[in-house]
């Protein structure tokens, strides 16, 4: 005969049994993994934006080209008065050269931008009215990341490496 020693269930759980008590301490588990799962998978979709890598850089140049330059130039200049409001309200597409403010925001608010549009009260004042679109139906997360990658990659060095230290400080502040 085997001599096992008894698992210890604390309080209600004991009346309820071991299979519910150890299907709880399962649910919770898979729920903590999905939590900080979910949490690096955000982190994640935004650092995926380096300017550092050739191939990401080009698919973004291309990116770029067919979704954005449009407004914000070929050059990534943005249009004329960027910073003056146009006859209907609305501002200008400003530059993603190093003249403007992209390099001022994490990545995770510039992927958000691109996905979401520059949605009032997340990215923008409230009743902010704009003429940026939310790309999130039309780029893959991937393609996001890459024309991100590529406005990045036009940037200075200096500016980059300012970039990505406000991106470190948007990190540590989660």
């Known amino acids: 005969m085997t001599n096992r020693s008894p698992i210890m269930i604390?309080?209600?759980y004991a009346k309820a049994g071991p299979i519910v008590f150890w299907s709880l301490?399962?649910?919770a588990l898979v729920a903590v993994i999905a939590v900080g799962a979910n949490e690096f998978l955000k982190a994640g979709a935004a650092r995926r934006s380096d300017p550092s890598d050739a191939t990401l850089v080009e698919r973004g140049r291309t990116v770029y080209d067919r979704h954005c330059a449009a407004c914000h130039g070929?050059?990534?200049e943005?249009?004329?008065n960027w910073q003056s409001r146009l006859p209907n309200g609305r501002m200008p597409a400003p530059p993603h050269d190093a003249s403007g403010h992209t390099w001022h925001h994490p990545d995770?608010?510039?992927f958000g931008i691109v996905k979401e549009g520059l949605r009032p009260g997340k990215y923008a004042p409230p009743g902010y009215k704009s003429d940026m679109p939310a790309f999130g139906g039309t780029l893959a997360d991937d393609e996001t990341a890459a024309v991100i990658a590529y406005i990045m990659s036009r940037w200075p060095r200096e500016i980059q490496l300012r970039q990505a230290e406000i991106d470190r400080n948007a990190r540590t502040r989660r």
């Open 10 to 12: 604390p309080g209600a």
């Open 25 to 27: 301490v399962a649910g």
């Open 74 to 76: 070929a050059q990534l």
């Open 78 to 80: 943005g249009q004329a």
């Open 108 to 110: 995770e608010v510039l």
